[in-house]
């Protein structure tokens, strides 16, 4: 399966030429190039996220109860319809009060959650639980904090799973070190094929090209995963570039059973 993660940048009247209804068509041709199984983005608003449903027939935008509201930005998953069978799933805010609407802690800047879905592989029969989420961008504390509660949540789940997102944070930070750490179950996948961790490893740009700042954009895998291939989409589109972030992709591979 191909597993996507794509901040797709807020919709912004201060991003001038590059605000969203100039890219969005380019959004839509990098999902339609590389046609991942799962796509989970940030940053949606939900406008942009009606915009994508609308458009990508062979998905199914998962957002299970959401309270949607014209301000929120929501990590949310598009799967496709003819891999998988849906089989439930829920989102919560990365908060004390995790069911409360927008809630924060921490001193987080902005309010921050995660949604994931319970899946089952047509071709298979594999159930796995694949996840979404978007750190803070200004917390230490903050990131480490909602970082604990999505290992929480990862140890307490029966299923394999598959965590993507948007983590504003470096490799082996505090954060990085308890999602992809020893203890965690979880394996991040640009480690686990051996990339260096340099320029060429940064997923955000600015709408430049120019990587900057780090690899923050993270796919993370339980032991049951093989990962056979992975890349930073870094080309433009048309000229332009569809979000200030890369889209990050892999290819992933059940392992076969252990005897």
């Keep these: 399966m191909r597993v996507m993660t794509f901040n797709l940048r807020f919709e912004n009247d201060r991003d001038g030429e590059n605000g969203w209804q100039y890219r969005r068509s380019l959004v839509l041709e990098v999902i339609r190039k590389y046609r991942p ?23 199914h ?46 001193n987080s800047a902005f309010p921050r959650m995660m949604s994931y879905a319970h899946l089952k ?11 979404v989420t978007h750190l803070d961008h200004i917390g230490e504390e903050a990131r480490l904090k909602q970082a604990t509660i999505i ?42 094929l051996k990339r260096d961790e340099d320029e060429e490893s940064f997923t955000h740009h600015g709408f430049t090209g120019v990587p900057e700042k780090n690899r923050i954009d993270w796919i993370l895998a339980t032991r049951q995963w093989m990962v056979k291939n992975a890349r930073i989409v870094r080309e433009p589109f048309e000229g332009r570039y569809p979000s200030d972030h890369f889209p990050y992709y892999v290819d992933l591979e059940w392992k076969p059973e252990e005897s």
């Excluded at 199984?37 to 998905?59: F, H, P, V, W």
């Excluded at 959401?66 to 929501?74: E, H, P």
């Excluded at 598009?78 to 409360?100: D, M, N, R």
């Design 121 to 131: 592989d047509r071709k298979t029969g594999e159930r796995f639980s694949a996840c």
């Design 151 to 192: 290992s929480r949540w990862v140890h307490q789940n029966d299923a394999p799973v598959i965590l993507m997102g948007d983590f504003n944070d470096a490799p082996r930070s505090p954060a990085h070190g308890l999602l992809a750490g020893r203890e965690s179950g979880l394996a991040d996948s640009w480690e686990a």
């Design 61 to 106: 935008m998962h957002a299970p109860l959401r309270v949607w509201d014209d301000t929120s930005q929501y990590p949310t998953l598009f799967i496709e319809k003819e891999c998988f069978e849906v089989l439930g799933g829920e989102e919560f805010w990365l908060s004390k009060t995790p069911e409360v609407h927008r809630s924060k802690s921490w």
């Design 37 to 59: 199984s799962i796509l989970g983005t940030q940053e949606g608003m939900r406008s942009q996220l009606n915009y994508l449903e609308a458009n990508l027939k062979d998905y």
